[in-house]
Nanobody
Framework: QVQLVESGGGLVQPGGSLRLSCAAS????????MGWYRQAPGKEREYVAS???????YNTESVKGRFTIARDNAKNTMYLQMNSLKPEDAAVYYC?????????WGQGTQVTVSS
């Protein structure tokens, strides 16, 4: 059983930056897809970005050009660099990882964007 632990959330002003990390308790090499999702109060959890085993990255339209996802298999860690943050980016951000057998979720990290 792999544990995923997010970190790096916090309070940031609009236009600011944060880097989220998702550290796995074991190797992430087998995860075909790793991604970030977010959930704001009163809203459904939504997809933000994902990265394949080979590094191919995808993200939702609303974060294009502002967020960058990456994974470091050697460190068993995935990252989400978030720049030019907007109030509408505020949410709990969840790490997700999938292999052929299972899907794993982290516990979430809070991102607050406010002046």
């Amino acid at each position: 059983q792999v544990q995923l632990v997010e970190s790096g959330g916090g309070l940031v002003q609009p236009g600011g930056s944060l880097r989220l990390s998702c550290a796995a308790s074991g190797s992430i090499f087998s995860f075909s897809i790793m991604g970030w999702y977010r959930q704001a109060p009163g809203k459904e959890r939504e997809y933000v970005a994902s990265v394949g085993a080979g590094g191919a990255a995808y993200n939702t339209e609303s974060v294009k050009g502002r967020f960058t996802i990456a994974r470091d298999n050697a460190k068993n860690t995935m990252y989400l660099q978030m720049n030019s943050l907007k109030p509408e980016d505020a949410a709990v951000y969840y790490c997700n990882a999938r292999n052929a057998r299972n899907t794993y979720w982290g516990q979430g990290t809070q991102v607050t964007v406010s002046s």
